[in-house]
């Protein structure tokens, strides 16, 4: 009868340590790769695709990738459509412009200091800045406090809304008309062809831009003491 014999174990492989030239040598060529595909990253990343990109949106989109500039009747740019903005400086010459809503943005459309009040919906603050505003705009353009629509009354979360709803626009017109000794019904219509629908037809409301509605007012009929 025959056995197996066990079997031998296999010595372990020794190999002399890596020299300290030869991990010189490995970390160096590591060294370089990494410096190349930095230096690729930093041309691809920080030089082509910007580039790409500013390529595209000026022939795609000019006028949004320039910030949607708004222009005078010089050609002057007077604002952005995304942007609103206080008009008028006095109270007398105020009353000669269309209002946009209320801002929070700073001393009001700071666009630096963009951002809300932080006061809370049910904040006796907000509450009673609320009605402050809706006796003032009644009392400016001679309506019942209750017409106040809620966009001349609240500020909007970036404090630099450039819409105003219709009906706010709507309510100012007899101030606006008066104040500039201009038709009622032509300011109306003005306010009727600068309001803008619904995008695509069914996303959002409808708005009015104060700044393209008070520069084609500005175009119509200048005020006294522009």
Known sequence: MTTNAPPVPLQPATTAPPSFAALLSISGRQLLVALRYLLLMTVVLGIVYPVVV???????ANHAANGSPVT??????VGSELIGQQFGGDQENAAQWF???????GNGYDAMSSGGSNLAADSPDLLALVEERREQIAAEDG??????PPDALTASGSGLDPHISPAYALLQVD????ARGLSVEVVRKLVDGNTEGRT???????????????????ALEPAAGD
Do not use: C, H, Y
């Not at 209002?99 to 943005?105: E, Q």
């Open 99 to 105: 209002a946009g809503r209320p801002s929070a943005a």
């Open 54 to 60: 500013l390529g595209v949106g000026q022939l795609v």
């Open 72 to 77: 005078d009747s010089t050609g002057a740019v």
């Open 175 to 178: 101030r606006v008309a008066g």
């Open 200 to 218: 695509f037809g069914f996303i959002g409301e409808e708005r009015v831009n104060v700044l393209k509605l008070n520069l084609a007012l500005a």
């Open 143 to 148: 309506v019942d406090p209750a017409d106040v």
